[in-house]
């Protein structure tokens, strides 16, 4: 029988090992999102936003907790408002345009302590790009599907939001400035640590829906 053998048997683990956490802890979640989120943790969801994303300019920060046993997935699903798959929003009107997304949150454990933020370690995948083509903004009869104003929109994959999910083929999250996405109405209530970041798809205006996820090892 090895060392390592012997000692599993016997209940005790090498001075090397990591174990997770045995007992559920309370966490913290702070979320702003342009326009709507939800956050499950682990495949339960845990979170959504209050304001329905069928609302326009439905900017507002959301603060709640829950409990987790280490290491787990914190998985975020992130949407912009728009009218319909063009990916435009105010169509017919002076104001028709491409909108723009935008997310920041951060988790700490019952002590305080940061054990997460939004920012380029997360990945990423876009599930609705729309319109395909930036000149569909200007249209005078834009038609979701047709010419500049086709979309791309794709199912989320099976078990995204569990911890044993391999998304090594999703990108890293895009981190954008606060002055390309100009946060307002809740933004300003969190004080946000310094290492929280904007994160969205590569392209603020087209990219839609996104789903988003990190492994959380406490």
């Not at 981190?175 to 290492?195: L, M, Q, R, T």
Request: proline share 4%.
């Amino acid at each position: 029988m090895t060392l390592a053998l012997a000692l599993t048997l016997a209940g005790c683990t090498t001075s090397t090992e990591q174990s997770p956490s045995t007992s559920s802890q309370t966490y913290t979640a702070e979320v702003w999102a342009d326009n709507w989120f939800s956050m499950s943790v682990n495949g339960e969801q845990v979170a959504e936003d209050s304001v329905p994303i069928t609302t326009e300019r439905s900017f507002n920060a959301e603060t709640f907790t829950f409990q987790a046993q280490g290491p787990f997935v914190l998985a975020l699903t992130a949407m912009d408002f728009k009218e319909n798959d063009s990916g435009l929003e105010y169509i017919g009107t002076d104001r028709q345009q491409m909108g723009d997304g935008g997310v920041i949150l951060q988790v700490r454990d019952a002590n305080g302590a940061l054990v997460a933020v939004s920012d380029g370690g997360w990945k990423c995948l876009v599930t609705h790009h729309a319109p395909v083509d930036k000149s569909c903004e200007s249209e005078s009869d834009p038609v979701a599907g047709e010419g500049a104003c086709a979309f791309e929109t794709y199912d989320a994959p099976e078990g995204w939001e569990t911890l044993d999910y391999d998304d090594s083929t999703w990108s890293a999250a895009s981190e954008h400035s606060e002055a390309a996405v100009s946060p307002k109405d809740g933004y300003d209530e969190i004080n946000w640590d310094a290492s929280a970041a904007l994160i969205w798809g590569p392209d603020l205006e087209t990219d839609n829906t996104i789903l988003c996820r990190i492994v959380v090892q406490q």
